[in-house]
């Protein structure tokens, strides 16, 4: 009975633009996977991917960054821009 309980919980799951998830990945309820993002192959992602991050493993966890920290703040920023200047 509790397992129902515990399984009945869903929530949604995030995945931002430009997100490259490898073949075989499990993503579980309630994560976010973060701008530009990479999920490697038969990763299980059970908690938040932080933009331009590359992730592996069984739970996910951080390789490292596919920029530098400068860089990838610019790229959010101009994201950002983006989505505004659309609505």
Same mark, same amino acid.
């Given at each position: 009975?509790? &397992?129902?309980r515990?399984?009945?919980h869903k929530?949604? =799951? /995030?995945? !931002?633009?430009? *997100?490259?998830?490898g073949?075989?990945?499990?993503? &579980?309820?309630?994560v976010t996977?973060?701008?530009?993002? =990479? /999920?490697? !192959?038969h990763s *299980?992602?059970?908690?938040?991917i932080?933009?331009?991050?590359i992730?592996?493993?069984?739970p996910?966890?951080l390789?490292?960054y596919?920029f530098?920290?400068?860089?990838r703040?610019?790229?959010?920023?101009?994201?950002v821009?983006?989505?505004?200047?659309?609505?």
């Amino acid at each position: 009975m509790w &397992l129902r309980r515990l399984c009945s919980h869903k929530r949604n =799951v /995030v995945i !931002a633009n430009d *997100v490259w998830i490898g073949s075989g990945v499990t993503i &579980l309820s309630g994560v976010t996977i973060g701008s530009g993002a =990479v /999920v490697g !192959a038969h990763s *299980v992602v059970a908690s938040r991917i932080e933009p331009y991050a590359i992730v592996a493993g069984n739970p996910a966890h951080l390789i490292r960054y596919r920029f530098d920290a400068q860089t990838r703040k610019k790229m959010l920023k101009l994201l950002v821009g983006l989505a505004n200047r659309k609505n």
